[in-house]
């Protein structure tokens, strides 16, 4: 039973899959499932040391690939640690390999649409996310969908309709943060396209958390606006500088 993404939970499931890999070291579905984990911990910041997680998922998959090159699943795997580390044209690439190999992969059009979101390409990302829905209209994920598609109206300056795909991404799991404060997401979001959050650790990514969780506040959507601030799609970084990610204070919005 899917119980969501907790260090706990990944910690066991690593165990698990290096624990059937000591059993049978080319069990391909094992080291699948371990990179999964890998990109898992490394996407939801559950380590510090997010790199290593995704770097560790890559290379197993590449193993796995080498004994299975026709491993649908291990595409998409390997195509969303692609897309997070700023490799969008090649996870997009290894998605539409995996749909080509199987055509009812929800999780690759899904991965798509995040990717040519990231690209500036957000104008293409609805349709992808509607070929999940019909694929899995149930998927126990598609709040990630409903908040991608709210992401996207943002950029389109539809924030009427945005604000409702927030709503029933928060329906659909009253526990994301991401669905609960656009404007949070927002500047998470933008930050992240911009490659700002590689690298940072987890408590870096705590305070710049807190910091956009602030600035959310201050500039909250009421259910009467029919239009969103402009100061919430101004959403930029004053003072970052390369390799000093600790003084997350120095986040704005404009």
Known sequence: MY?????????????LYNRALELDPKNIEAMVALAGVDTIVGV??????????????????VKALSFAPNHAFAHVVLGGVSIITNRAAQGIAECELALALDHNLASAHWQIGLAKYFVGRGAETETHINEAFRLSPRDILAYHWLVLLGMVRLDLTADVEAVSWFRRGIEAN????MAISPL???CLVRWMRRGLLLGLDLRSFQALRSVASAMAHRLTIQPSSLRASASMRACAWRGYRKGDVADVSKAVML
């Open 3 to 15: 119980k969501g993404w907790t260090p706990e939970y990944a910690a066991q499931a690593r165990g």
């Open 44 to 61: 939801t910041l559950l380590s510090d040391d997010r790199a290593a997680h995704l770097a560790a998922a890559e290379a197993t998959l």
């Open 174 to 177: 009253r526990n994301y943060p």
């Open 184 to 186: 949070h997401s927002r």
